[in-house]
Structure formats: C-alpha cells, structure tokens
C-alpha cells in the first residue's frame, strides 16, 4: 500500500474518546481514523447525490419494479450471513458491484435461494440519508396510490354532483 497523504483535523478529546471506546465495543478492530474518514467519505457522497439531483432535477431514467419506481442511481443491499452486497439502479437497469445485470429478486438470491426480494433488499434513493427496506417502501407507495384513488373517486362524484362543491 503507498503513501497517502493525511490532514489532521482537531475534534474534543472527550469526542474522540467516546467514539474510540464505543467502537472497541462494537466494532473491536476499527481504527478511530478509518472510521471517521468512512462516515466523511459516505456523508460527502450523499451532498453530492442530494446537489446533483438539486441541479439536474430527478432522473427520468430507472428501473421499474412492480409498484415502485427505482430512479436512476438508487442503491439496493442485501446480507446473507455476514455478507453483505450492493447494486446500483444504472440506467433502467440493476448492477451488482461485479458488474452483473440483475433483477431484484436475482440481487436478493445471489446467495440463498428462495428468499422474497421485498423483504430482503433494503433501498437508499438519490439524496437520501437512510436506507427502507423494500416492503416497506412498497406498502408506502399501495397506501398513497389507494388514497389517491379515494380522493379521485371522491372528486369525480362531487363533479357529476355539480362541482367540487359537493365534495362534504
């Protein structure tokens, strides 16, 4: 491994060490320093995502699935006995870090099989700080759709009525 330059950055010692001994709890065997630079690294890719999409707009580009509509650049996980994977929506299309051109429920059985893609991939769209699993984006997405459908069917009633008027 070569040289890579560093910046020390000054945080209270009393923040430090409660991180330190936090991680030897959780994670023994993390370095303080990796750790802060992955959480930097992850935080400054999710700005970017959130500024890109600021600047462009949402992408008009992704992948179907079913009820839900993934944009472009969505990221899927799936974990399989400590093995943890990750794909990218790219295009109108699902990639696995490999390169590999999936469906979710392919994503989801790389390792096992048998195993519902709703329930066993989590979702992080453009710009978002965390990730939902995919059934519970899915209900989300059923739940708005049905009351939409209630309140369209509410106001074409009240308008063969006589105008929205009606709608008490």
Not at 39 to 47: A, F, G, M, Q, Y
Request: charged fraction near 30%.
């Amino acid at each position: 491994m070569g040289y890579e330059a560093k910046q020390p950055v000054d945080i209270p010692v009393a923040d430090f060490l409660e991180l330190e001994f936090y991680l030897m709890d959780v994670r023994p065997g993390v370095k303080t320093e990796a750790f802060i630079a992955e959480l930097v690294n992850r935080w400054l890719k999710t700005e970017l995502e959130r500024r890109d999409l600021k600047d462009r707009g949402h992408s008009l580009r992704g992948f179907q699935w079913k009820s839900i509509f993934l944009p472009e650049g969505t990221n899927l996980r799936t974990s399989y006995c400590s093995v943890i994977e990750f794909a990218k929506v790219v295009g109108d299309r699902i990639v696995a870090e490999d390169g590999a051109m999936l469906t979710p429920s392919q994503f989801a059985n790389r390792r096992a099989k048998g195993r519902n893609a709703w329930r066993f991939v989590w979702l992080r769209f453009p710009g978002d700080d965390y990730w939902i699993r995919a059934e519970d984006r899915r209900l989300r997405c059923d739940d708005l759709l049905s009351k939409q459908s209630k309140t369209r069917g509410e106001l074409s009633k009240a308008v063969s009525r006589g105008g929205p008027e009606h709608l008490t």
